[in-house]
């Protein structure tokens, strides 16, 4: 069966572009979840969907980061005026509706901001 | 706030003996824990969870975790590694289920011939 899928699998952007990362949960899955692993460290939480709306955004580091998911299925990420800080592996994670139904992660986006 | 601290960042261990992998967290409120697993070039996968009910958890492959409130600890076992579970371990705790789930840095388990 299809499981996430993240894409592209790797994107190299130079400082000060923007950037659109996509996400498609699994067919059926109402939560929706983007983290943000940086080298060394462990996915950090960035937003997380219950169908269309963000439910929360808490994790969102500043207003250059910006997610949608206007359908309530595909969501994508838009990073705006890039920073190389802002390199790092994003995982996109979906769920069944509810907060005890397991997360099934993406391979994740590798980003690069040189 | 919640937090998790994993002090081991690489564990090497050989064949067939047996492993601990540490985890510690901090939470203000009612917790649920998880070890989460990636393997080389694949995604992270849930290896096993505490949502309730028994304090002692396991997984299909052999790995056991114990939720201890008093040390707040959550550490992962196994009696007998195998080459295949060279990986890398993640900690994680949450106060909602599975919603903002709060990572630690992970501990790289290297398994020797």
Redesign the interface.
């Known amino acids: 069966g299809a ?2 899928s993240q894409t592209p699998s790797n994107k190299v952007t130079e400082k000060g572009k923007y950037v659109e990362l996509r996400c498609d949960p699994i067919s059926g899955h109402t ?1 929706l ?1 983007w ?1 943000r692993q940086s080298l ?6 960035l937003i ?1 969907f219950q169908g269309t709306g963000a ?2 955004d ?2 969102l580091p500043n207003d250059r980061f910006f997610a949608v998911r206007p359908e309530g299925s595909v969501s994508t990420l838009k990073i705006q005026r890039t920073e190389r800080g802002d390199s790092a592996v994003y ?1 996109c ?1 979906s ?1 069944s509706s ?6 099934f ?4 986006t590798r980003l690069t901001v040189l | 706030a919640q937090s998790v601290t994993q002090l081991d960042s690489q564990v090497p261990v050989f064949e067939e003996a047996p492993v601990e992998l540490r985890c510690n967290y901090s939470s203000s409120v009612s917790v649920y824990l998880f070890w989460y697993v990636q393997y080389p070039n694949q995604g992270l996968q849930l290896l096993l969870k505490y949502l309730s009910g028994s304090t002692l958890v396991e997984s299909i492959n052999g790995f056991e975790a114990e939720f201890n409130k008093s040390q707040t600890s959550f550490h992962l076992r196994k009696p007998s590694v195998h080459i295949s579970d060279t990986a890398e371990y993640f900690c994680a705790v949450s106060d909602q289920g599975y919603q903002k789930v709060t990572f630690g840095t992970g501990t790289k388990l290297q398994v020797i011939p």
């Open positions: 499981g996430v939560a979840y983290y060394g460290q462990g996915p950090e939480f997380y439910a929360d808490s994790g995982l994670a769920s509810g907060p005890y139904n397991e997360q992660f993406g391979p994740g």
